[in-house]
């Protein structure tokens, strides 16, 4: 669905003013799966469209039913994005010199759809992208797409990275430590 306008969008939608789309499931309409959006520029292509199917393969391979974190979900969405990551990374990197970063024990829970602070909004993408891009990296594909499965299970998050990244990742706190390591190097 394409609104003429953001306004539009916006109104129509209830989604945050931040917010240029979205992917839903219609539980309703046979189960449909929508992109709610409107008219953009010619990042549309490279960017939203990518980001919001993300979406929704992510909900079909690990279930809808599933409670996917909020952070994974927009990372992985945006590692879709054409030249999302190298920007991120670099902008994360000059963040945490500056000791900006959502510690973990709020990150991880955190739903970024409840806020219109804008600059929360955007460490938390950055943060997002650059946390699911060091998972990707520490242990490999295999491992990453592991810890997918083990969500897929029925597993929450944090059991399914102790049981995959086990013994370097055994908590929140070490998972934390290794990602700011990750992001110094």
Not at 64 to 77: L, T, Y
Request: with cysteine.
């Amino acid at each position: 669905i394409i609104y003429s306008t953001a306004e539009k969008y916006h109104q129509e939608t209830g989604q945050p003013a931040w917010s240029k789309g979205g992917a839903v499931r219609d539980q309703y309409f046979l189960k449909a799966r929508v992109i709610v959006t409107y008219r953009q520029d010619e990042d549309f292509l490279v960017s939203v469209l990518p980001h919001e199917i993300s979406h929704l393969m992510l909900r079909d391979f690990i279930g809808v039913d599933k409670n996917i974190p909020i952070w994974f979900d927009e990372g992985i969405a945006q590692l879709q994005e054409n030249g999302r990551l190298p920007l991120s990374s670099e902008v994360m990197k000059q963040l945490l010199k500056e000791n900006q970063s959502i510690p973990f024990k709020d990150f991880l829970n955190l739903d970024i759809r409840l806020t219109d602070d804008e600059k929360l909004v955007q460490l938390f993408y950055i943060q997002s992208v650059t946390v699911v891009d060091f998972l990707m990296k520490k242990n490999g594909n295999a491992s990453f797409q592991e810890l997918c499965y083990q969500m897929k299970n029925g597993l929450d998050f944090l059991t399914a990275l102790k049981r995959v990244y086990s013994p370097s990742i055994n908590s929140e706190d070490e998972f934390e430590k290794k990602w700011l390591r990750y992001m110094q190097n």
